[in-house]
């Protein structure tokens, strides 16, 4: 059976049906009650980051797997993004909507040249490049995919960020009238997300433009949004309208809702489970369809990229700072 056929079956059935439930019930409490803030480190700050340096060779042995690729028609059928409905099909039917011509993004915050500028400004001069990075959901399913996309670290250098720039805050567009998921799931809109400045730097993390060498299509989050490969899928935040340098821990979309379920970091970590579920393994969607119930593998520290990314976390202690 192909995803496409899979599809038709409700989506509780290709994610863990648990894990599925789960997060819908929570989804359907807080749409019931305003979102709670539960106990949690919400105004605590973790400790400064190491200083650590990336080779232009490590970073390199991260931007390219052998796996099998995802196919295009499942990269573009079965995905998250809210603003458009909680079901796996229903940003690529209800994307379509997206206008995202013209864009611009507005930057401000500790930086010497904050402005708005128009997306084929911000990515001028450099040439998008292709990147095969796997994108794991928190939920427990991945992909591999090939993304085109420029390093956010080259973008966010034109900015000049000051030394008070600590952390980076991105916000997704939240326009009603063009997404129609604004009114009914219970996230607090604009969908938002952060990265340390370090993380924002790292040579991996992408800004993407587009995908299996096409410009991105709006489901995937059109016209720009980020991939950091290490970090859970939710981090990857889609059309992305405004870009902040922060000197405190910016507050995130995922961890407003339910901060004992998604902290700030959210580095792919086997060894810390999800409250409600274990992130031991995951469902890869790849290659040969016919096998897609059977793909069930052992999940990596940083999903896979501990070797260009782990000694950013030298000392943190990532139970606590999951
Ligand atoms: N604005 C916005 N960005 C988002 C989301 C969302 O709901 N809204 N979902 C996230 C989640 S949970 C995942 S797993 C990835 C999925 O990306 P994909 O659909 O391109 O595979 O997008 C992330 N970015
Ligand atoms: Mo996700």
Not at 81 to 92: A, N
Not at 193 to 208: K, N, S, V, W
Not at 304 to 310: I, K, L, P
């Amino acid at each position: 059976m192909s995803l496409r056929d899979a599809l038709k079956i409700p989506a509780r059935q290709i994610t863990e049906e648990s894990v599925y439930q789960g997060r819908r019930t929570l989804l359907q409490a807080f749409a019931i009650a305003p979102a709670l803030t539960l106990a949690g480190c919400a105004d605590a700050e973790p400790p400064p980051p190491p200083r650590t340096v990336v080779t232009p060779a490590q970073a390199r042995s991260g931007f390219r797997t052998s796996e099998a690729l995802t196919r295009y028609a499942d990269v573009t059928s079965y995905n998250n993004f809210y603003e458009f409905g909680t079901g796996k099909t229903d940003p690529s039917s209800a994307a379509k909507t997206l206008r995202t011509r013209p864009w611009s993004i507005a930057v401000s915050g500790e930086c010497a040249k904050p402005g708005r500028i128009a997306l084929d400004d911000l990515i001028k001069g450099l040439t998008p490049e292709e990147r095969i990075y796997r994108l794991r959901c928190v939920e427990g399913w991945s992909m591999v995919i090939p993304w085109l996309g420029v390093p956010l670290g080259e973008v966010l250098k034109r900015f000049a960020p000051t030394s008070k720039a600590k952390y980076v805050a991105f916000t997704t567009l939240a326009d009603p009238k063009q997404m129609p998921g604004i009114r009914y799931s219970s996230i607090n809109w604009p969908y938002r997300e952060g990265l340390r400045i370090d993380e924002a730097m790292h040579p991996l993390t992408l800004l993407a433009t587009g995908l299996y060498g096409k410009p991105l299509p709006q489901q995937n989050g059109a016209p720009l949004r980020l991939v950091v490969p290490w970090k859970y899928g939710f981090k990857s935040i889609k059309s992305i309208v405004e870009i902040k340098f922060v000197e405190k821990m910016p507050e995130t979309a995922w961890h407003d809702l339910q901060p004992s379920e998604y902290g700030f970091f959210s580095n792919v970590n086997p060894a810390v489970d999800h409250p409600r579920w274990s992130q031991k393994t995951e469902r890869r969607i790849a290659g040969d369809a016919s096998k897609l119930f059977a793909n069930r593998i052992p999940t990596l520290p940083f999903n896979g990229y501990a070797a260009q990314v782990a000694s950013m976390y030298a000392g943190l202690d990532l139970k606590k700072w999951y």
